[in-house]
């Protein structure tokens, strides 16, 4: 078993839908949990982070926590095809530099 | 506006050849890190440089893998004797601190293919 795990999809949506993207893991030490965006044929870019359980709200993107199941939730309201991306879940342990990837879930927002 | 450039940005080796990709970070970046992604996964871990410090070196697959840093800025991850199973895209990734691990900038990578 992956210390992270995540659903691949694909995920395809209609323009203004509330998408959900979800992660486990294994691995109790992970405090960090980070959302990564990646365009095709680019680099991730860090969409948010937060620290330990809990919630975070940055415009339209909302990242949850749940350290007792071990879940991590990023919640995207009113999608743009812009949006269209693989989304990869990066949870890291406190002290260390290394972030675990989730597989990333390929979504796509249709006009 | 500088973001982490890598170079090259394809490149095709034959297997067996050494190849080497070249990393330059964020200016003033003190950390340093690769990942690689393999086709449809998630990137992964393979080393980590504070400065010129090599600290981390856990996720490098065999010795054939070799990375350096020596003046604390760019850096060049070397392969050796190249296999088919090295071909992914290989990741760099800056960051300003040790204390910022999750500002980490990715470049945006050098894709390996090994025939």
């Known amino acids: 078993q992956k210390e992270v795990e995540q659903d691949p999809g694909p995920l395809s949506v209609p323009e203004g839908a509330i998408v959900s993207l979800n992660c486990t893991y294994s691995n109790s030490a992970f405090q960090y949990f980070m959302w990564y965006r990646q365009y095709s044929r680019k680099g991730p870019e860090l969409l948010m982070y937060?620290?330990?359980?809990g919630n975070k709200e940055d415009g339209r993107f909302t990242a949850q926590v749940d350290k007792s199941s071990k879940y991590i939730s990023l919640f995207i309201r009113d999608s743009q095809p812009s949006d269209s991306a693989t989304y990869l879940c990066?949870?890291?342990?406190?002290?260390?530099?290394?972030?675990?990837f989730g597989k990333g879930t390929k979504l796509t927002v249709n006009p | 506006g500088a973001g982490v450039s890598q170079s090259p940005r394809y490149k095709v080796a034959k297997r067996g050849q050494d190849v080497a990709l070249r990393c330059d970070p964020i200016?003033?970046?003190?950390?340093l890190f690769w990942y690689q992604q393999a086709l449809g996964q998630g990137p992964e871990f393979l080393t980590y440089?504070?400065?010129?410090?090599?600290?981390?070196k856990s996720g490098l697959p065999s010795d054939r893998f070799f990375a350096e840093r020596p003046e604390g800025s760019v850096s060049t991850l070397k392969i050796q004797r190249t296999q088919q199973e090295d071909s992914a895209v290989y990741l760099c990734?800056?960051?300003?601190?040790?204390?910022?691990?999750?500002?980490?900038?990715f470049g945006q990578g050098t894709r390996l293919t090994v025939v």
């Open positions: 200016s003033g970046h003190v950390s």
């Open positions: 990066a949870p890291r342990e406190g002290g260390s530099e290394k972030l675990v």
């Open positions: 440089f504070q400065n010129e410090a090599q600290l981390d």
């Open positions: 937060t620290y330990s359980s």
């Open positions: 990734a800056s960051s300003p601190d040790r204390e910022r691990y999750t500002e980490a900038f």
